[in-house]
């Protein structure tokens, strides 16, 4: 039983324009919510994080959006650059620490 | 400069051995993770370790053991009762566990494990 799910494995986009990732998860509970990038063959790197008692959170060109009603939320990158091209996994985590990640979104960003 | 180091990058292991990925950091954290990464499966959770001499299991730990003897150090073991070996495995670590606010975690570069 998957709690945290990104339903799109890819998405491209072109240099300039949006990117919208979208991540869904089932319980409730969850007190924080996460985005990691990820380059082949590399560790994830945190890119910006929101509480769960907040609906948005702003980072320079990224912006995490948090739909509690949905159980939704969604990381937009504008500009989006060639450099995010890389894999991006949602994560949901309660206050133990423990994170729950989501099956990742391969994002490229065309020139 | 602080971080998380894995090692070896590259790992290979012939049916039925066991095999220990290494995994230490010099960040002062408490608590470290085990994670395994599968195309399309994203990253699941083996096992984790908030103090030491202390450690939990994550959502598949069969065929795999830990030990967290030291705080900079959470060895990984892949013995030869875990059927698919062949994967991605990532090690994070952070400080922030159990205190209300969750910054993320530091992850380290990973270790390549393939089964031949």
């Known amino acids: 039983d998957q709690q945290v799910k990104q339903n799109s494995p890819s998405l491209s986009v072109q240099e300039g324009r949006i990117s919208i990732l979208n991540c869904d998860y089932t319980n409730s509970m969850f007190d924080y919510f996460l985005w990691y990038k990820k380059y082949p063959a590399e560790g994830p790197t945190f890119l910006i994080s929101i509480s769960s008692i907040k609906d948005k959170n702003e980072d320079g060109r990224f912006t995490v959006f948090l739909n509690k009603s949905a159980k939704h939320l969604s990381l937009h990158i504008v500009p989006s650059q060639p450099g995010d091209s890389a894999v991006y996994f949602c994560?949901?985590?309660?206050?133990?620490?423990?994170?729950?990640f989501g099956q990742g979104t391969t994002l490229q960003v065309k020139p | 400069d602080g971080g998380i180091t894995q090692s070896p990058k590259y790992l290979f292991r012939k049916e039925g051995q066991n095999v220990t990925l290494s995994c230490e950091q010099n960040?002062?954290?408490?608590?470290m993770y085990w994670y395994r990464q599968d195309p399309g499966q994203g990253l699941r959770l083996i096992y984790y370790s908030q103090i030491v001499n202390d450690f939990q299991k994550g959502d598949i730990a069969e065929g795999y053991s830990v030990s967290r003897e030291k705080k900079e150090s959470f060895p990984l073991t892949v013995t030869s009762a875990q059927k698919n070996p062949t994967a991605f495995y990532l090690c994070?670590?952070?400080?922030?566990?159990?205190?209300?606010?969750?910054?993320?975690?530091?992850f380290g570069s990973g270790t390549r494990l393939t089964v031949v």
């Open positions: 994070a670590s952070t400080t922030d566990h159990g205190q209300g606010r969750v910054d993320g975690y530091t």
């Open positions: 994560a949901a985590a309660f206050n133990t620490g423990k994170l729950i």
């Open positions: 960040l002062n954290h408490d608590a």
